[in-house]
């Protein structure tokens, strides 16, 4: 199953879903990750790598904004908030059926739909975010 994880800049809480699907999943599925507003080729936050690192998880991660063929190669879309899902069902209209946000996607419909961004955040902002990240995608291989 090839999931697509959007974030905005995608340095912070997709890298890190993508990093942690993939070691979850362990070639069951494929994971990548774009931002809604990326600037194309700059690395994961330091504290994202930490944080994996610190779970042993390594990534080699460049920044990169999403694409038509991004969405195209995605059995499943799954965004960090409601506001990315929104401007991509903007965008992409008939692409409904594949793009929830990731919260949504787990938990079904609810007032909580957003994952926490620790853009800025010191290292703990990081782990609290990284470990929201686990336990939702640990609930995706679970379904």
Not at 5 to 20: D, K, L, Q, W, Y
Not at 122 to 129: G, P
Request: include cysteine.
């Amino acid at each position: 199953m090839n999931v697509l994880f959007v974030c905005t800049g995608n340095t912070c809480r997709s890298p890190m879903a993508e990093a942690i699907f993939n070691v979850v999943w362990n070639g069951k599925g494929e994971a990548k990750s774009v931002g809604m507003f990326a600037a194309e080729g700059e690395n994961a936050a330091t504290n994202a790598i930490d944080v994996l690192k610190e779970h042993g998880i390594e990534i080699n991660h460049r920044s990169k904004q999403m694409t038509k063929e991004d969405l195209d190669w995605a059995y499943l879309v799954l965004t960090m908030t409601t506001s990315h899902k929104n401007m991509l069902l903007n965008i992409y209209p008939g692409a409904a059926d594949k793009i929830y946000t990731l919260k949504e996607y787990v938990n079904g419909l609810g007032n909580d739909s957003d994952v926490l961004d620790p853009y800025g955040g010191d290292i703990n902002v990081y782990r609290s975010t990284f470990t929201e990240l686990k336990e939702l995608i640990n609930r995706i291989y679970e379904k």
